[in-house]
């Protein structure tokens, strides 16, 4: 499978990430890469537009995440 574009917006800052991923990925892995790049010091999880956390264990297609789509990168509502 090709790889594909998201977008992921800190929730925080706000700040924009356009980020190239594969449907074999995991959540996991996505947010480490986004993690290292924002040099994030906290835990984070990657959401839904609606705010439903995504399961880190399940590939970016099993998550139902699509070419195009946009998530949220936020605090890890259950800390650390």
């Given at each position: 499978?090709?790889?594909?574009?998201?977008?992921?917006?800190?929730?925080?800052s706000?700040?924009?990430?356009?980020?190239?991923?594969?449907?074999?990925?995991?959540?996991?892995?996505?947010?480490?890469?986004?993690?290292?790049?924002?040099?994030?010091?906290?835990?984070?999880?990657?959401?839904?537009?609606?705010?439903?956390?995504?399961n880190?264990?399940?590939?970016?297609?099993?998550a139902?995440?699509?070419?195009?789509?946009?998530?949220?990168?936020?605090?890890?509502?259950?800390?650390?």
């Open positions: 499978m090709a790889e594909f574009n998201i977008t992921v917006t800190h929730s925080t706000g700040k924009e990430i356009v980020i190239a991923v594969e449907p074999a990925f995991t959540v996991s892995s996505v947010l480490e890469v986004l993690t290292e790049s924002l040099q994030l010091k906290d835990r984070f999880v990657l959401a839904t537009k609606e705010n439903k956390i995504l880190p264990e399940l590939t970016i297609a099993d139902g995440i699509k070419e195009g789509d946009s998530l949220l990168l936020i605090p890890d509502p259950t800390g650390g």
